[in-house]
């Protein structure tokens, strides 16, 4: 992993952990519904965050080795791969 990305994605999900315990609270807490569910949205879309850095550096560095070293194959299973897990999103 790229040295950058892993700092980047290791404070985004010191964040989010810090959301999650908000979120915690606000159960607890017997917050009003529709706050909780918007806290909930912030989530995801921070976890989208995490997973788009992770796409990003492996493609930029995992695959780009596979197909550097002839593992084509192997390089177009994981794209097809994480192609279809963003289409379950949709």
Do not use: F, P, W
Request: net charge positive; with cysteine; hydrophobic share 35%.
């Amino acid at each position: 992993m790229k040295t950058d990305t892993k700092y980047k994605v290791v404070r985004r999900l010191k964040l989010i952990e810090g959301q999650v315990r908000g979120l915690q609270r606000m159960v607890d807490e017997e917050k009003y519904c529709v706050d909780i569910i918007t806290q909930t949205s912030a989530i995801k879309e921070a976890l989208s965050g995490v997973e788009g850095l992770m796409l990003e550096n492996h493609l930029s560095t995992h695959v780009i080795e596979q197909m550097r070293s002839g593992k084509n194959k192997q390089a177009i299973s994981e794209i097809l791969k994480v192609y279809r897990l963003a289409q379950k999103k949709k």
